[in-house]
């Protein structure tokens, strides 16, 4: 069975220029997370969807970051202007249930963006 | 807001030995806990939860340890394998929207 698929899974890109990253969560799942991993702060939630709506996106860092979930198979974080601090890896996780309650978080291989 | 710590960052074991991994979480009202294996390179994976009614909970070689006095939570790895050689993370469950709270990691590494 497919699992999350996370796109790209590298980027490098240069301050000031924007950065799409997608997301498509296992089909049926109804529930989506954006997290960020760094060595300094580890894995924050960014955001979360449930069945497309946001329900809470308050570990978005700035107005630079935005994320959208236009149907059930799609996501997007956009960090726009980047800045060499967004340098992370980003992940996308779904989930069967709303707000994540069995607690299985099915994860992506995540993105690894650096921005230089 | 809330946090969830671990005790060690790195952890040497030999291969066969058994591993105990420590967490401590802060929020006592948290009512599930769950820890994730990550490889590197890839995305954390769920290994085993556990519900704030239970003390103890067993699965293939692991079992997670709940002391909700103490607000402390362990993963013991029975017979460590290379394969388990990873970062873990145990995460809570708690606040409004049931969000998950991530502790910073400690990682295995299994000695040959």
């Known amino acids: 069975d497919a699992g999350v698929i996370q796109s790209p899974r590298h980027e490098v890109t240069e301050m000031g220029q924007e950065v799409t990253l997608r997301c498509k969560p296992i089909?049926?799942?109804?529930?989506l997370f954006w997290y960020r991993q760094t060595m300094m702060r580890g894995l924050e939630l960014l955001i979360y969807?449930?069945?497309?709506?946001?329900?809470?996106d308050s570990g978005m860092p700035e107005d630079r970051f935005s994320a959208k979930m236009p149907n059930a198979s799609f996501s997007t974080l956009k960090i726009q202007p980047s800045e060499p601090r967004d340098s992370a890896v980003y992940f996308c996780?779904?989930?069967?249930?709303?707000?994540?309650?069995?607690?299985?978080?099915?994860f992506g291989e995540g993105s690894r963006l650096t921005v230089l | 807001g809330e946090s969830v710590g671990l005790h060690l960052p790195t952890l040497s074991v030999q291969e066969g030995d058994n591993s105990i991994i420590n967490c401590a979480y802060s929020?006592?009202?948290?009512?599930?806990f769950i820890w994730y294996k990550q490889e590197s390179g890839k995305g954390p994976q769920f290994i085993i939860d556990?519900?704030?009614?239970?003390d103890k909970r067993q699965g293939q070689r692991v079992t997670v340890l709940l002391n909700k006095t103490v607000k402390h939570l362990s993963l013991q790895i029975a017979a460590t394998q290379p394969g388990d050689s990873a970062v873990y993370f145990c995460?809570?469950?708690?606040?409004?929207?049931?969000?998950?709270?991530f502790g910073s990691g400690t990682k295995l590494n299994v000695k040959p």
């Open positions: 996780a779904s989930s069967p249930l709303a707000g994540g309650l069995t607690g299985e978080l099915f």
């Open positions: 089909s049926g799942h109804n529930s």
């Open positions: 969807f449930n069945n497309n709506v946001p329900i809470d």
């Open positions: 929020n006592s009202a948290s009512d599930y």
């Open positions: 556990i519900r704030s009614n239970m």
């Open positions: 995460a809570e469950i708690g606040g409004p929207f049931n969000k998950f709270y």
